[in-house]
Nanobody, 124 residues
Framework: QVQLVESGGGLKQAGGSLRLSCAAS????????MGWFRQAPGKEREFVAR???????YYADSVKGRFTISRDNAKNTVFLQMNSLKPEDTAVYYC??????????????????WGQGTQVTVSS
């Protein structure tokens, strides 16, 4: 079992930056693909970014060039650096982990562990 705890959310003005963190339990963190998803009110949960165990990254087009996902395996933590924030980035952001043995990208069902979410609000 893996437990994920997100932090770092908050209220920012458009154009600002936030850094989300996700701390994971367990001794096999380095073997997991880690992802970030978000869900805005009244909308479906959508993929934001993912980083493989080997450090390969993949982003949704809507955040490419503005958001950066990274991981620190020594600290069992994955980060999401969010720059040039826009009001449409407002959502609850969820950290997710996948123990699948195939390549995992943007499909939520490929992730088998989820955090409780952290709210990000961007004002215009």
């Amino acid at each position: 079992q893996v437990q994920l705890v997100e932090s770092g959310g908050g209220l920012k003005q458009a154009g600002g930056s936030l850094r989300l963190s996700c701390a994971a339990s367990g001794r096999t963190f380095s073997t997991y693909t880690m992802g970030w998803f978000r869900q805005a009110p009244g909308k479906e949960r959508e993929f934001v970014a993912r980083i493989s165990s080997g450090g390969s990254t993949y982003y949704a087009d809507s955040v490419k060039g503005r958001f950066t996902i990274s991981r620190d395996n020594a600290k069992n933590t994955v980060f999401l650096q969010m720059n040039s924030l826009k009001p449409e980035d407002t959502a609850v952001y969820y950290c997710a982990a996948s123990s699948r043995y195939y390549i995992v990208l943007a499909l939520a069902s490929d992730y088998n562990y989820w955090g409780q979410g952290t709210q990000v609000t961007v004002s215009s």
